[in-house]
């Protein structure tokens, strides 16, 4: 199935969804849910919000969408500044989390539910509606109510109601979080397609670090109301900034070396049974959990320090010689393996 418009917008040089944040900051009585966040998100681009729940990415997004009002800051779309614009008059549109569908309305209503809301005519306002659905190739559903489709198909409704307006920016509170894993993969491939294919940036707020690293152009990591690191999924799993982004972007381990802590891949370090040499890129430490990990072993194993590592072990390697919850290993890597971190191990 392949979702989108004929044309790519970005090539014909209509790319819309330019934003900025200028020191953004929303503060709910003395917390601040957002503290002075600076972002510039390029037009058309998939920008994914990511971080721990409570960073402050929902509120980020409705504060974008206007509704939520910053504290204070300026937030810009396509050069204009609409911090004080009405939701409506921003030239964005939100797919929200739940994403309810009128039941007692038809696919097509649904769909033209807004051009309603503006006064657009009955005929005009249905051939747009049927225009969006072929876009999101749900046009042989026009005329039948939300619960006659499945819970992908009704996404998509969702989307195409939220693609009406025409926006510059879509943004999509947690949209995947209702679908099974499966379905999942494949909306999040036809989310990207139908990005590109109307060159309009879409903003996703998503918990989970593998929609984040399959999705965005951008990554924007938060943390505790500020941004901890931005940049391609390639820069923030491959050079992460802080040990909070290494421990939550996942697949790394943080080795404390006292003065200074460094990232390591967990597929890069190597394993040796007992003790062998000690040197400045080896650790001595006792296997504490093996898990089968599909393509391989998964060995988890804590330092005399308390250090809690992962060695991701090919199934070949393991399987010579099994390593044994309790034994004494050495945990070893290359320094060109090594990437440094900002601000120590914690
Ligand atoms: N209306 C509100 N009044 C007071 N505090 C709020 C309000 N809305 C959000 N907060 C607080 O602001 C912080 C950021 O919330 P936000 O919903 O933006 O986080 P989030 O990263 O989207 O979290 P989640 O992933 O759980 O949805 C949280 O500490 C939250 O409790």
Redesign the pocket.
């Known amino acids: 199935m392949r979702l989108g418009v004929a044309n790519n917008a970005t090539e014909t040089g209509k790319a819309k969804g330019l934003i900025e944040f200028a020191s953004v900051t929303k503060a ?1 009585g003395s ?1 601040k ?1 957002v503290d002075a966040i600076n972002l510039k998100i390029p037009a058309s681009t998939y920008c994914c919000l990511l ?1 721990p ?8 997004l409705r504060m974008l969408a206007g509704h939520e009002i910053a504290t204070s800051g300026d937030i810009l779309l396509d050069n204009i500044d609409v911090t004080d614009l009405a939701p409506a008059k921003r030239g964005t549109a939100m797919m929200f989390q739940s994403y309810a569908l009128f039941p007692h309305l038809t696919v097509a209503e649904n769909v033209a539910f807004s051009l309603k809301m503006k006064g657009v005519s009955k005929p005009e306002r249905l051939e747009k509606a049927r225009t969006m659905l072929k876009v999101v190739e749900l046009e042989k559903f026009a005329d039948r109510l939300p619960s006659q489709l499945s819970g992908g198909q009704q996404q998509r409704v969702a989307l195409a109601r939220a693609l009406i307006t025409q926006p510059s920016a879509l943004l999509l509170d947690e949209p995947l979080s209702a679908l099974d894993p499966f379905l999942r993969i494949r909306v999040r491939g036809e989310l990207k397609r139908l990005q590109k294919n109307l060159g309009i940036s879409f903003v996703h ?1 998503t ?1 989970s670090q593998d929609e984040a690293l399959a999705l965005a152009d951008l990554v924007v990591l ?1 943390n505790n109301g500020r941004i901890e690191q931005q940049g391609t999924a390639g820069d923030v799993f491959n050079r992460p900034r802080t040990a909070f982004v290494t421990r939550f972007v996942g697949g790394h381990n943080v080795i404390d070396l006292g003065d200074r802590a460094i990232a390591v891949r967990q597929d890069r370090v190597s394993l040796a049974h007992g003790e062998t040499e000690a040197t400045a890129s080896s650790r001595f430490v006792n296997v504490a959990g093996i898990e089968f990990a599909g393509t391989g072993y998964s060995v988890q194993v804590k330092d005399d320090r308390g250090g809690e590592m992962t060695a991701m072990v090919t199934e070949q390697t393991f399987l010579s010689q099994p390593f044994e919850e309790g034994e004494r290993a050495t945990l070893s890597w290359a320094p060109s393996d090594a990437h440094q971190l900002e601000g120590g191990a914690h």
């Open positions: 709910y917390s849910a971080g729940s409570g960073c402050g990415k929902t509120t980020s707020v918990h938060m």
